[in-house]
């Protein structure tokens, strides 16, 4: 209680200050000359163009009343100014603001529900995840021009591919010379997909002890192991033909089904989709394989959830709530952020169609109205997902990192 009133005593003094600042600083320099904004302010009308005409675009949708979006904008700002002096002039980058408050259509399409909220567009393409990081002119000015560095990595030997990041997505080429198309084609997506997947590459003749590289050039997928368990995969088309690789691509690095711990389950809370979750053992692959592949079978049209598989014994408390145990494990339930509705047998995920008919129950309301009216044993839990969105405390002054 205490920490909230000296919060709130250090916010409205800061916020003095700021004003206190602002207007010492505009009458000392009434007679110089006051450098253009280095932030750009977007609307409706300038929206395209501006995601167009640049490769990078990092926007503040911003809202005049709330104070985080007040603390922020003169860091923006600075941040701005630091790119504009350190990126070279042929850097196609612009910082922009929303004001969520005037742009209503902007900040409904790009569903802004807090303020402020740090989102950046590369080459005119959205990233899935928003900006998260410390709200600091050096974090803001590093995670712009990240964006610039080259998207492969070289590497010679497999020791060195053994040190990969395994708590990301791999997509590893070996080519034996460059100037075949297939390396063309590998730039250009490894360029497009760096977001969402790390891209290595190696060339030179083939490695005695890797069957993959006999036949060159190939693409190997290394699933994020750590989270997964999986193992690399072979890509077993034609590597020049750029739509082949890019729809496997596709699939590999933005799965429709993810594997999540608490360290990412954040992020997915807050687009406040319900959940379709695969609740298994942590050495049950199959399950997880199976449930990934019914998913992709049958509900690949529908994006109004958010599909995912968990490590049960993690999250135990939420199998608890449904009145089970990890010996009812694997289990599948929705939870829609309220409530969390078991799917009745597991093995039923096997009859065609099945899963979708549970998932079209859900939206359609039906699941709802008669697992209230039945008295069936599977009776709706409360969510326990929905405690793992991000903390209320994000944006004090206290916590300085956001995740
Ligand atoms: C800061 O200035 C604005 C207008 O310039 C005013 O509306 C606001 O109340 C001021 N805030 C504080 C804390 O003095
Ligand atoms: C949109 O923003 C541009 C540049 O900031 C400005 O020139 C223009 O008047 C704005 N248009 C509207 C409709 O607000
Ligand atoms: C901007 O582009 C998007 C997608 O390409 C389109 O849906 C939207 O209508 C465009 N907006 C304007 C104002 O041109
Ligand atoms: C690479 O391929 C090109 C054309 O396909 C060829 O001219 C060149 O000699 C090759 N280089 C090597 C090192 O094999
Ligand atoms: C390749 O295999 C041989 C024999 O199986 C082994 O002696 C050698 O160390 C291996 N090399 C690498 C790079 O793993
Ligand atoms: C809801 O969806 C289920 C499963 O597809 C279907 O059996 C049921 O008839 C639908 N109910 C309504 C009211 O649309
Ligand atoms: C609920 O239980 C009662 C008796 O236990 C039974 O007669 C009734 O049919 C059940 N209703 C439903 C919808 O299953
Ligand atoms: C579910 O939550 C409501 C209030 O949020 C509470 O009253 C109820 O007891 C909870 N039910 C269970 C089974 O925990």
């Known amino acids: ?70 603390l922020l904008s003169p860091i923006f700002e600075t941040a701005a100014q630091r790119l504009a002096e350190e990126l070279p002039r042929s850097a196609k980058v612009v910082l922009g603001r929303v004001d969520c408050v005037q742009e209503l259509q902007l900040a409904k399409h790009y569903a802004i529900i807090k303020f402020p909220t740090l989102r950046l567009f590369y080459r005119g393409h959205e990233l899935r995840q928003e900006y998260r990081g410390k709200r600091s002119v050096e974090a803001l000015v590093e995670y712009v021009k990240k964006q610039f560095q080259f998207a492969i990595k070289r590497f010679n030997d497999m020791e060195q591919l053994e040190m990969i990041d395994v708590k990301r997505r791999s997509m590893i080429g070996f080519f034996d010379n460059r100037t075949k198309p297939e390396f063309a084609v590998f ?43 999986a193992t690399d995969e072979v890509f077993k088309g034609d590597m020049a033909i750029k739509e082949k690789v890019e729809a496997w691509l596709i699939q590999k690095c933005l799965p429709l089904v993810r594997e999540v711990d608490f360290s990412n389950v954040e992020e997915l809370i807050e687009q406040r989709l319900p959940l379709l979750v695969l609740f298994h053992l942590p050495n049950d692959m199959n399950s997880v394989k199976d449930f990934k592949a019914i998913v992709e079978m049958q509900l690949s049209d529908c994006r ?72 069936s044993t599977e009776l709706p839990a409360n969510s326990t997902f929905k405690h793992l969105g991000p903390s209320k405390h994000r944006y004090s002054l206290i916590a300085h990192d956001e995740l």
């Not at 009308?45 to 490769?55: E, I, P």
């Not at 997506?189 to 590289?213: I, M």
Request: hydrophobic residues 35%; contains cysteine.
């Open 1 to 70: 209680m205490w920490l909230i009133v000296v919060l709130h005593l250090l916010l409205l003094f800061s916020m003095t200050q700021a004003n206190l600042s602002t207007t010492t600083t505009q009458s000392s320099s009434s007679s110089a000359t006051i450098p253009p904004p280095k932030v750009l302010q977007i609307n409706q009308t300038n929206f395209n163009s501006t995601l167009q005409a640049n490769d990078v675009v990092f926007i503040n949708f911003y809202a005049d009343w709330c104070h985080f979006s007040g």
């Open 304 to 375: 109004q959830l958010n599909y995912v598989t968990v490590n049960g014994l993690r999250f135990q408390h939420s199998v608890r709530h449904m009145g089970k145990t990890y010996r009812d494990l694997p289990i599948i339930a929705i939870d829609s952020l309220k409530l969390m509705y078991p799917y009745p047998k597991f093995k039923d995920m096997y009859i065609p169609g099945h899963l979708r008919q549970f998932v079209e129950s859900f939206n359609n309301q039906t699941l709802k109205h008669e697992s209230l009216s039945s008295n």
């Open 187 to 229: 730039e250009q997506l490894a360029e497009r997909y760096k977001h969402e997947c790390d891209f290595y590459q190696r060339v030179g003749p083939p490695l005695v002890n890797v069957s993959y590289t006999q036949q060159m050039p190939t693409l190997v997928y290394r699933p994020d192991t750590a989270r997964t368990h």
